[in-house]
């Protein structure tokens, strides 16, 4: 069975010792400058609604939710979701999130192309990335069960799901790194925070891109490596 395949083990224990340590990384920066407080003394939630002011984005609305890292931007109810411990805080870490999920509102209003791209592959995304390695085993199954033909089929529908999640992985690099760089701009144009203030939201925004990019090449090394199984197997018939 493949969930014993050494080799895939090897890889899928690579990048979660990787990912989990860049998590741990990130986690303690944020908790690091979550003790810097903004000179300002503005809110991650007042951080946001200027940003958005500035930028002349007027029909979107700031809110808090529950939750740790739950920060996220919406574009169908075009709404800036911040977390209850960013939300009220004065903290470099707030400013960095905060200002950060403005950035994507900014794309969203400008049509940045990556971002429209990420959005018109999440419903597949959501069905791909859960179902992917159980269609490509079945499909291995079959085709080590004298059923070569349609188990041939069934593995090539499993990697081209998990091509779209590893495609989606790339396409929200851009999407992550640009929201970020149109976040530090803006602070530093509107001269919104003192130096060490900028550091620290910068630093953060820094290690929770790299999470993405984990995210990324360790789904392109799987979407590799079964690949290469199939192409072996194939040769073998």
Not at 13 to 42: A, C, D, E, H, P
Not at 89 to 102: G, I, P
Not at 122 to 144: A, D, E, T
Not at 174 to 196: F, G, I
Request: net charge positive; no cysteine; aromatic share 10%.
């Amino acid at each position: 069975m493949l969930g014993f395949d050494p080799i895939y083990m090897v890889i899928t224990g690579v990048f979660s010792v990787i990912s989990l340590v860049v998590s741990n990384k990130l986690k303690s920066k944020f908790q690091f400058y979550s003790n810097t407080q903004l000179s300002n003394r503005m809110s991650g939630k007042e951080i946001a609604e200027k940003m958005l002011k500035d930028n002349g984005i007027f029909d979107v609305v700031v809110q808090s939710v529950s939750g740790h890292l739950t920060d996220h931007y919406n574009p169908v109810n075009k709404t800036v979701n911040l977390s209850e411990n960013v939300y009220n805080s004065t903290s470099a870490t707030s400013v960095a999130v905060a200002s950060h999920e403005v950035g994507h509102a900014v794309q969203h209003a400008t049509g940045y192309n990556w971002l429209m791209m990420r959005s018109k592959l999440v419903p597949i995304v959501n069905i791909s990335s859960k179902f992917w390695i159980w269609i490509v085993m079945g499909g291995m199954f079959l085709m080590n069960a004298n059923n070569f033909g349609l188990g041939q089929t069934v593995v090539l529908l499993g990697l081209g799901l998990l091509g779209i999640a590893t495609l989606f992985s790339f396409i929200t690099l851009p999407v992550e790194y640009d929201a970020s760089n149109r976040a530090l701009e803006w602070l530093k144009t509107k001269n919104m925070l003192l130096p060490e203030e900028y550091i620290g939201a910068e630093d953060s925004l820094k290690w929770a891109a790299r999470t993405y990019l984990v995210a990324a090449i360790g789904s392109l090394a799987t979407l590799v490596y079964f690949a290469m199984k199939f192409l072996g197997n194939n040769r073998k018939e």
